[in-house]
C-alpha cells in the first residue's frame, strides 16, 4: 500500500492547547481513518511543523485523510500551511 503524509505548518498554538498534545492529536485523528507509520515534529526555518505518515489505498484517499488530519488540527492550532505527499522512488512527491 503507498505511503503519504501529511505535512502541516503551524503558525500559532490556540490559548489552551498545550505544545505536547498536537502531536498526538494530528496522528490520532490520521489513525481514526487509516494507519498511521509515523508522527513527528520538526523545526524548519523558526516554525514548527507536525508531520504524520499514513498508508491509503490511492492518492484521493491520501487527500481526504490529509484534510481531515488538516481539519481537526485546525481546532487546536492556526496553521500557515499544508500539503500532502506521496512517497514514490525514495523522494515526497506533493499529491494534486
Given amino acids: 500500500m503507498p505511503s503519504y503524509r501529511v505535512t502541516m505548518s503551524i503558525e500559532a498554538l490556540h490559548p489552551g ?21 509515523a508522527s513527528d515534529l520538526t523545526i524548519v526555518a523558526g516554525a514548527a511543523r507536525v508531520i504524520v505518515r499514513f498508508t491509503a489505498d490511492d492518492a484521493a484517499s491520501a487527500l481526504q485523510i490529509g484534510a481531515q488530519v488538516v ?12 500539503l500532502v505527499t506521496e512517497r514514490v522512488k525514495g523522494t515526497w512527491v506533493p499529491v494534486h
Fill in 17 to 37: 492547547t498545550a505544545p505536547a498534545s498536537v502531536v498526538p492529536r494530528a496522528a490520532a485523528k490520521a489513525a481514526e481513518l487509516t494507519t498511521v507509520e
Fill in 71 to 82: 481539519a481537526d488540527l485546525r481546532v487546536v492550532a492556526e496553521l500557515r500551511a499544508s
